[in-house]
């Protein structure tokens, strides 16, 4: 994981940067925000039979005024991913819900366009996100997966280490305080490391998250 070490220190670096340069040009609204949520994460993939579950993510931002109507958001979060995948146990056993998590590293980036003046602004960008690989409980390691003879839960665990999305949401609050409601779809394959019968399978993130964001 040692790029996740280098990229949470690039990201640390460039949102106190960030706030620096903003607070030096800008004088309007420039704060340096601490965020907590919890999102429902899934994969979108035809390969697979998943069912999407709770997480949770935190970290640090930086908003700055660039423009009377334009806001520019530069975000660093943890984030802790779990979803489902069918499988069962034996060729006979009934198939049930083997639980998968991820704790990835995210920064990003969103264009905060203000429908009402410092209250209310709908948000897009892109963001990338670094990781390890899907870890299971123990016990689930070689449950089969649906659809599949041989292929394991412990197989699936490989994962795309580097994963580019994009996001559109809404926030609305006050100067010291949001909440933002926000969707998010990833570009990137994060099943290509993943080859059963000579198939390479496909799979697209998809997380929907509320998030509070309080600004110092």
Do not use: C
Request: charged content about 20%; hydrophobic content about 40%.
């Amino acid at each position: 994981m040692n790029k996740t070490y280098f990229l949470l220190l690039v990201a640390t670096t460039l949102l106190f940067v960030t706030k620096s340069f903003s607070q030096s040009r800008y004088n309007d609204y420039n704060r340096l925000g601490i965020s907590a949520g919890a999102h429902l994460f899934d994969i979108r993939t035809n390969d697979l039979v998943t069912t999407n579950a709770v997480g949770f993510q935190g970290g640090l931002s930086t908003r700055g005024t660039v423009a009377r109507r334009f806001d520019m958001v530069y975000f660093l979060h943890l984030n802790f991913h779990e979803f489902n995948i069918l499988g069962r146990e034996t060729l006979v056993s009934e198939n049930e819900e083997i639980p998968f998590n991820l704790l990835a590293a995210k920064i990003g980036v969103l264009g905060s366009y203000k429908i009402s003046e410092k209250h209310f602004s709908v948000e897009f960008g892109p963001a990338v996100q670094l990781s390890d690989k899907f870890e299971i409980d123990s016990k689930f390691e070689d449950y089969t997966l649906q659809g599949y003879d041989t292929f394991t839960a412990k197989d699936a665990r490989q994962t795309s280490r580097f994963n580019v999305m994009g996001i559109i949401g809404i926030s609305g609050g006050f100067q010291v305080f949001k909440i933002s409601l926000q969707y998010e779809y990833g570009f990137s394959n994060v099943l290509n490391k993943l080859t059963v019968d000579n198939k390479k399978l496909k799979g697209n993130t998809e997380q929907l998250s509320v998030l509070a964001t309080f600004y110092l």
